[in-house]
Nanobody, 125 residues
Framework: QLQLVESGGGLAQSGGSLRLSCAAS????????YGWFRQVPGKEREAVAC????????HYADSVKGRFRIDRDNAKHTAYLQMNSLKPEDTAVYYC??????????????????WGKGTLVTVSS
């Protein structure tokens, strides 16, 4: 079992920055791939960024490439999403998720195994 707790959401102005954190606890958190997803009411959940267990492979949605960066600190069992140059269309609930398979995050082949409760990001124009 793995527990994920997101933090760092809030209100930002267009062009601003926010940093989301995902603290993992439970059994062997460093063995998991982590991903950040977002969802707007009435729309499908979107994979934003994914990171491999060692942090050497990262994948980003086209909509955030060059603006967002995903990282992880295995010593702290924490994954991060640095969001820069925020746009109003980035407004969503952001979820951290974990799975053993990177493809589950990148290609959405199956739902990720573990999910946090989400944190709201609101970007004002």
């Amino acid at each position: 079992q793995l527990q994920l707790v997101e933090s760092g959401g809030g209100l930002a102005q267009s062009g601003g920055s926010l940093r989301l954190s995902c603290a993992a606890s439970g059994r062997s958190p460093d063995f998991y791939v982590y991903g950040w997803f977002r969802q707007v009411p009435g729309k499908e959940r979107e994979a934003v960024a994914c990171i491999s267990t060692g942090g050497d492979v990262k994948h980003y949605a086209d909509s955030v490439k060059g603006r967002f960066r995903i990282d992880r600190d295995n010593a702290k069992h924490t994954a991060y999403l640095q969001m820069n140059s925020l746009k109003p269309e980035d407004t969503a609930v952001y979820y951290c998720a974990a799975d053993f398979e990177l493809d589950a995050c990148i290609y959405s082949l199956k739902p990720m195994d573990y999910w946090g409760k989400g944190t709201l990001v609101t970007v004002s124009s």
